[in-house]
Every structure is written in structure tokens, then in C-alpha cells.
């Protein structure tokens, strides 16, 4: 099958057949995802039959256990990564923020950290902050016309102080797509780490760490179909600079007196209370949904995980491309709409996330008001990317309206959605 199957996408997540969701345009996905009934499935079926503490020898333990791990190993598998170099933790700013604190040693005063002024906040603060212990920060800016990263600019950043450069690799306000593997390559010529925040380009896209070239890599799987919970790959080259401070003893002592087969030394050291017992042994339903995509789309096997995921999202790919085109040629028609950033449908160039303004006397809240009243979700606001608002001209405290469309999103809904805006500006 050459196209996505909206009906068997749709029939997947209970929240469209919700007497009372099902009766809502969900377009503000870019703040999170609804979530399969895969992973609903996993959920019930541990808090029934493995509810207690895992790691232990009697079966309810055992089955715990091997919920849990089930649930690092898919994910490692979803973004072609190894499991020892994945990291299942509270959120991806708790993420970062834990990743911050076991690199803090690893810097010297004097280092230079590249941050973006397109960042949220989750991927800014954290390493901002290293400012405190001598870390100089250069900030890595847009180019203020188009609203886009250019590489040559970061070539004028980099110099023999670098450490690490962190950018994301979709904007949750410009929504432009960034070229990781080049920014990758002209990062590690200059002997730096590149740390990426992939939360907005995740549930658009296939994520393929090896390729990247990432050093570091984050995202949130409440947003790409699953609990809150967000998941941090750390290649296994730089799993030796990892220290915790806020343990009384290192993670390696730290694991000999845990039980045997216990998490290992990269997530004792990033998130050392664990996981989410139930949340960690439900993650394994996202890539469960994607399975049955990958089965309902196409008859032949696939052995691999990765290979079925990326024939997944290529049909994801084509279908978000039209739901873009259609926002996008109604925003074309209409001047009084600004939208940030590229004005290109293509979704391997930019997300169906469209962050914009319209003129007029009315706020971003009001528009959003109009919205939702007809049923539309939507949200206006900086979205935790304030520096990124403030950066292109508008204000902090009323940022953008955001449109965020992901696979189980509708022609007919973007259509709606369209035809309602339009009745908007027309009061």
C-alpha cells in the first residue's frame, strides 16, 4: 500500500472514538501526542500482573523486569540505537538537565558551549547554566530575515575551546528541519560533541542516531505516541566522562550493590531513582504501533525493527506533506497571516508544525479563543521557547498561535480547520 490508511490509523487511539475527544480537531500535537491502544494494552497488563519492585528472583518481579527493559530495548531499536546507549527518564529537560550535572566535570573554565537562540528551554538552561562554573556560552543566532541556523555562521563560532554544541533538530516555533549530519561533521572537525534535541522532529520522522552522527540525542515520547517520559541517547564512546554528584558514590560503586541484572552505569548516572516502572514497561507499545502500520501497509516481513519503522514514517512522510500544503496554501492567501519560518510543504524540510501571527486588533489568545470554540485544539503562547519568540521581533508573553499536525491528522480536518480560521478573519 503506497498511502497511509487513515481509517487503521484512526482506529488505533481510542481518543478519536471518545464520545468526547472524538468530537475535537486535535491539531496542538506538537505539545503531545495521543497515545495507541498498544500502549494502553502494556500499561493495564503490568499494572495488573507485574506491580512490584522489579529486579527480584519470584515471577510478578520477574515479569516486571522484563517489561521494563523491554521497554529501553525497543526504543533503542526505534532510533537505531544500541540499548546500553539509551536512557528512559522523566522528561527530555530532566533529561538534559541530568546530562548537564554528568558532564559538568568534564568541562574546564575556559570551555565554550554553543547554544542556539532557536532552542526550548529544555535544551538552553541546562548547559546555559555551566556558565556558572566557568563555561564560557556562545550563542549560535538565527538569521533574523529567515528565521534559519546557517552552517557557516556556526563555522565563524567554533574554535579550539569548543566542547559541545547543542542545536535541535526541529525548532518547536520555526519549525524548519536542521541538517544534523552536516552540523555533525563540522562540529567533530573542530573536536567538539554534538548534543541534539530531536523532540519536534520525532513524530515526523525515522531518527537514526548512527547516521546523524549525534554524540547526544534527546526526545519525548509523550510525544511521538506514548507516556510522559522522554528518552536520551548517549553514544558509548563518552559513557566514561559520566559522573553524578548528587549520588554519595559513583554509579560504577553504585551498581555493585544494586541486584543483579540492575539498570546499567549510564542510567544509574542519568536518572538514578529509575524509570517509571509502569510508564517504562508501556514504552514498548510504541513501537508495537508502529508494527501493526508496518503490517496493515505493507505483506512482506521485515526481521528488523528500524528497517519497519523507516517504511513506516516514508508513508507518514507523504502523508504530512499534504496535510502541509493544504495549511500552507491558505495561509498563502491570506496576508494577514505571518507565518514563522519556511513556507515549504515538504516535511523533510520543514514539520506540519506552523507557529504565526495575524494582524489585527485581536491577541493570539483571542484567535485561539475563536478555535476552540469550534472545536479546534490549538494553543497560543512561546511554548517554553522564549529566547526563539523573542529572537524574531514578537512578544514573550503572547509568542505565536501554533497549528501542530502529525499522521492521524485528516485532509478533511485540515480543511475544517481552515474554513473556521477563514470565518475568524472575517468577523
Not at 170 to 193: E, F, K, R, T, W
Not at 271 to 277: A, D, E, L, Q, S
Request: some cysteine.
Amino acid at each position: 500500500m503506497s498511502t497511509l490508511d487513515l481509517d487503521f490509523v484512526r482506529r488505533q487511539f481510542p481518543s478519536f472514538q471518545h464520545s468526547e475527544t472524538g468530537q475535537w480537531i486535535y491539531a496542538e500535537n506538537a505539545g503531545g501526542t495521543y497515545v495507541p491502544h498498544t500502549v494502553l494494552d502494556r500499561l493495564n497488563r503490568f499494572m495488573i500482573e507485574a506491580k512490584v519492585q522489579p529486579y527480584g528472583q519470584y515471577l510478578m518481579s520477574k515479569k516486571a523486569t522484563a517489561a521494563i527493559e523491554e521497554g529501553t530495548v525497543k526504543m533503542a531499536e526505534m532510533i537505531h540505537a544500541d540499548p546500553e546507549e539509551v536512557v528512559i527518564g522523566h522528561c527530555t529537560t530532566m533529561n538534559f538537565t541530568m546530562l548537564s550535572h554528568a558532564l559538568r566535570n568534564w568541562f574546564q573554565s575556559g570551555d565554550e558551549v554553543i547554544v542556539t537562540d532557536q532552542e526550548h528551554e529544555a535544551n538552553s538552561t541546562p548547559w546555559r547554566r555551566l556558565a556558572r562554573y566557568g563555561v564560557n556560552i556562545i550563542e549560535w543566532k538565527m538569521n533574523p530575515t529567515t528565521s534559519e541556523l546557517e552552517l557557516d555562521q556556526l563555522a565563524k563560532l567554533l574554535s579550539d575551546r569548543t566542547k559541545l554544541v547543542c542545536v535541535n533538530h526541529s525548532s518547536n516555533i520555526v519549525g524548519s528541519v536542521n541538517d544534523i549530519a552536516g552540523i555533525a561533521a563540522l562540529v567533530h572537525d573542530h573536536g567538539a560533541l554534538l548534543l541534539v534535541d530531536g523532540v519536534s522532529y520525532a513524530p515526523h520522522h525515522a531518527v537514526d542516531v548512527k547516521a546523524l552522527g549525534a554524540d547526544f540525542y534527546g526526545l519525548s515520547l509523550y510525544k511521538v505516541f506514548g507516556p510522559h517520559l522522554g528518552l536520551l541517547f548517549v553514544k558509548k564512546d563518552h559513557h566514561h566522562v559520566l559522573s553524578n554528584e548528587s549520588l554519595e558514590f559513583q554509579p560504577r560503586q553504585y551498581e555493585k550493590m544494586t541486584s543483579p541484572g540492575a539498570p546499567n552505569y549510564l542510567r544509574i548516572a542519568l536518572n538514578p531513582g529509575g524509570v517509571n516502572h509502569e510508564e517504562g514497561a508501556c514504552v514498548a507499545g510504541i513501537t508495537d504501533y508502529f508494527d501493526a502500520l508496518y503490517q496493515h501497509h505493507y505483506p512482506q516481513p521485515e526481521p528488523d525493527q528500524f528497517a519497519r519503522i523507516k517504511k513506516v514514517f516514508a508513508l507518514v512522510e507523504t502523508h504530512e506533506t499534504q496535510l502541509s500544503s493544504l495549511f500552507l496554501d491558505f495561509v498563502s492567501s491570506h496576508p494577514q497571516i505571518k507565518l514563522i519560518g519556511r513556507h515549504v510543504a515538504d516535511t523533510t524540510q520543514r514539520q506540519p508544525t506552523f507557529s504565526f501571527t495575524i494582524s489585527g486588533s485581536r491577541t493570539n489568545r483571542d484567535w485561539v479563543a475563536e478555535l476552540v470554540r469550534h472545536h479546534i485544539a490549538v494553543q497560543s503562547g512561546c511554548f517554553y521557547a522564549w529566547r526563539c519568540v523573542r529572537a524574531l521581533g514578537l512578544d514573550t508573553e503572547t509568542g505565536v498561535i501554533r497549528v501542530s499536525l502529525v499522521h492521524y491528522n485528516t485532509t478533511d480536518e485540515v480543511k475544517l480547520l481552515c474554513s473556521y480560521l477563514e470565518k475568524c478573519l472575517k468577523v
